[in-house]
């Protein structure tokens, strides 16, 4: 009964490859997001999406595009992937309004 | 063991004291904060949040204070246990701006 999840866990690929991760929410939040943490374990927001609509694209370059099909799925597609892109992405959801976000446990992406 | 994650602050306590988690935020639009806690290998797991109209709020062991004069939030775990053991985040949601923006994480460390 994983309220947030992503999949895959772990995705290790090579420099120029084109991948996806995949994010799946059944705690009946309209509102979804795309984070980004670094190896100093900063964590900067991405994207949001509130009912499947784009609300927030903090300056991400454009070969990250997410994906909403429905108000519990939230995709992110990544092209042409560059070594800088290794990083741990988590997708959370929430409420609108003054309501936490839900974490899921993450996709570590691996640049070779 | 991981390199990631070495120039975070640290705070180690003694098992069974008090432990004290302090974060500054910059922004004196923000009015909503919320304290995740993250282990390792995790998302980050809601903890406790506060609005910026209350100045203290408690949960199960763990209140957190919130001043608004210095732009200052606090974390108070009592009675620290090893499962405590994790990175500390504060998060501040700027009105207006739809978006939590994170601060940089202290990994809080028990000792038996």
């Known amino acids: 009964d994983t309220a947030v999840s992503q999949t895959p866990k772990y995705l290790v690929t090579q420099m120029g490859n084109d991948k996806s991760i995949k994010c799946e929410q059944n705690?009946?939040?309209?509102?979804m997001y795309w984070y980004k943490q670094d190896s100093k374990k900063f964590l900067k927001i991405m994207f949001s999406?509130?009912?499947?609509?784009?609300?927030i694209n903090e300056t991400v370059p454009n070969r990250f595009s997410p994906k909403s099909p429905d108000k519990a799925h939230l995709n992110l597609h990544i092209n042409s992937l560059e070594l800088g892109d290794s990083a741990v992405y988590f997708c959370?959801?929430?409420?609108?309004?003054?309501?936490?976000?839900?974490f899921g446990d993450g996709t570590r992406l691996s640049i070779l | 063991g991981e390199s990631v994650g070495l120039h975070l602050p640290t705070l180690s306590v003694q098992e069974g004291d008090n432990s004290i988690i302090n974060c500054a935020y910059s922004?004196?639009?923000?009015?909503?904060f919320i304290w995740y806690k993250q282990e390792s290998g995790k998302g980050p797991q809601f903890i406790i949040d506060?609005?910026?109209?209350?100045d203290k709020r408690q949960g199960q062991r763990v209140t957190v204070l919130l001043n608004k004069t210095v732009k200052h939030l606090s974390l108070q775990i009592a009675a620290t246990q090893p499962g405590d053991s994790a990175v500390y985040f504060c998060a501040e949601n700027i009105r207006g701006a739809q978006k939590l923006v994170f601060g940089q994480g202290t990994r809080l460390t028990i000792n038996p």
């Open positions: 999406y509130n009912n499947k609509e784009l609300i």
């Open positions: 506060i609005r910026s109209n209350m």
């Open positions: 959370a959801s929430s409420h609108r309004g003054y309501q936490p976000q839900h």
């Open positions: 922004n004196s639009a923000s009015d909503y």
């Open positions: 705690l009946g939040h309209d509102t």
